[in-house]
């Protein structure tokens, strides 16, 4: 059966260059901190943003714990400050929405600063680069977040970005993502 958060990163891989630069909007526990930071490989760079020192330490302890290349720097600040940090056109970006699995569920993303966040990251896009936003519909917050999102991403220009959505059709509070590419 398709498994969507399986297939996701498939849909970067294309975009991802080695020794390109990388963000994890959202770090979490670190999975796709760890992912970016073997896919860019050594000569790479990856940032990786969370309001949580905890997901910084356990992002930190993993990345270690899997030898991920030395590329990464782990940024204890909000997603839409990522403009403070990342001086660089990016080739990959990824947006993991919600909160931090096992934690306290009222430190999530919230729409007021994921949309700001959002319009960043696409100013960040290197020609050819691309953004995934995983969504999760199952509690109303995230479904209100979610459709904000697609009502921006709706508006960006036909010329210069490919957005895409893919959701199961038969399961409306699954996660679903959102997959932006830059010609
Ligand atoms: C679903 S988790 C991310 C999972 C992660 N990508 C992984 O691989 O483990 C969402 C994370 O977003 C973080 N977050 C919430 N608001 C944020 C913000 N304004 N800026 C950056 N991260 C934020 C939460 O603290 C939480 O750790």
């Known amino acids: 059966m398709l498994d969507l958060k399986t297939t996701e990163k498939n849909f970067l891989i294309p975009h991802i260059k080695e020794g390109g630069v990388a963000v994890d909007f ?4 670190g999975h796709d901190t760890l992912w970016l930071s073997k896919a860019v490989g050594e000569s790479g760079k990856v940032y990786a943003f969370d309001v949580q020192q905890a997901a910084l330490d356990s992002t930190k302890a993993l990345l270690e714990s899997e030898n991920a290349p030395q590329n990464y720097t782990l940024i204890l600040d909000s997603h839409h400050n990522s403009e403070k940090y990342v001086k ?75 957005a895409a959505r893919f959701n199961l059709m038969n399961s409306p509070t699954s996660p679903y993502f959102y997959l932006i590419e830059k010609k």
Do not use: Q
């Not at 959202?26 to 526990?29: D, L, R, S, W, Y």
């Not at 931090?100 to 600063?113: I, N, Q, W, Y």
């Not at 959002?118 to 209100?144: F, Q, T, W």
């Open 26 to 29: 959202t770090m979490g526990n």
């Open 88 to 162: 660089e056109p990016i080739c990959v970006g990824m947006f993991n929405l919600g909160w931090l699995p096992g934690s306290d569920k009222t430190v999530r993303t919230h729409f007021e600063t994921t949309l700001p966040a959002i319009e960043a990251a696409i100013r960040l896009l290197d020609d050819d680069g691309a953004l995934l936003i995983a969504v999760y519909p199952g509690h109303s917050e995230g479904a209100e977040e979610g459709i904000m999102i697609g009502d921006i991403l709706a508006r960006l220009e036909r010329k210069s970005y490919c």
